[in-house]
């Protein structure tokens, strides 16, 4: 079965500064999206960034940036230049043609 | 375009009630997709409908159902509630081109509590 790992429950940042979310996966398939969800306090859940399998290029989206390493079936999120409205909790997600998994997600504090 | 919408936002029961909660997908979306979100079992998936017929499911009970209508709209049911049905439950839409890639979009939320 396929599992979502985020080993960082909590993470704190400070305003501007930079902070990296860690997710790793395991599949043995080999057609598979990965994704990061946000959900801010209001909790509706909205769609950061996603990582097509088959690319070897680093998804980028604005101050999103990720680091996919497929060998070592790692997802991780960079966010630049944080800001007070990127607190929330990340959800880290898998995604194939029959199963969709979410990570145990990482609450992100951004310090004024 | 109006986003996802869920009805009721809110709702308590008791042990054994049934409870039915609706989720309206972004209009010209043919997928619906239902998750349960605990603070224990984190986000999980229920089940996806698209053109009124179940495409996907997760690992529950049989307890819980669901159905999707023509114009899409799906209601979730489950019966004989538990103490451990008290969640967080999310609907999410997509345009159903059944691409993996495709982005859902989520409503947000039914809460249930029961007592």
């Known amino acids: 079965a396929q599992t979502v790992t985020q080993s960082q429950p909590e993470m704190s940042v400070q305003e501007a500064e930079t902070v990296t979310l860690s997710c790793t996966y395991d599949?043995?398939?080999?057609?598979?999206?990965l994704f990061w969800y946000k959900q801010p306090p209001s909790r509706q859940m909205i769609l950061v960034i996603r990582?097509?399998?088959?690319?070897?290029q680093n998804a980028t989206e604005n101050r999103f940036s990720v680091n996919f390493q497929k060998a070592a079936k790692s997802f991780s999120l960079k966010i630049s230049d944080s800001q007070l409205g990127d607190a929330a909790m990340y959800f880290c997600a898998y995604r194939s043609a029959n199963d969709m998994r979410f990570g145990a997600g990482t609450r992100l504090t951004v310090k004024p | 375009k109006a986003g996802v919408t869920q009805t009721p936002r809110y709702l308590i029961k008791t042990r054994g009630q049934q409870v039915t909660l609706s989720c309206s997908p972004i209009s010209g979306h043919r997928s619906v997709s239902w998750y349960q979100q605990t603070p224990g079992q984190g986000l999980q998936f229920l089940f996806e409908y698209f053109s009124e017929t179940q495409r996907n499911k997760g690992n529950f009970p049989g307890r819980f159902s669901g159905r999707q209508f023509s114009n899409s709209r799906s209601e979730m049911n489950v019966s004989t509630l538990e103490l451990g049905d008290s969640a967080l439950y999310l609907c999410?839409?997509?345009?159903?081109?059944?691409?993996?890639?495709?982005?859902?979009?989520f409503g947000p939320g039914t809460r249930l509590l029961v007592l």
């Open positions: 999410a839409s997509s345009l159903g081109l059944r691409d993996i890639q495709e982005t859902q979009y």
């Open positions: 599949t043995s398939e080999s057609d598979y999206y």
């Open positions: 990582q097509e399998a088959y690319k070897q």
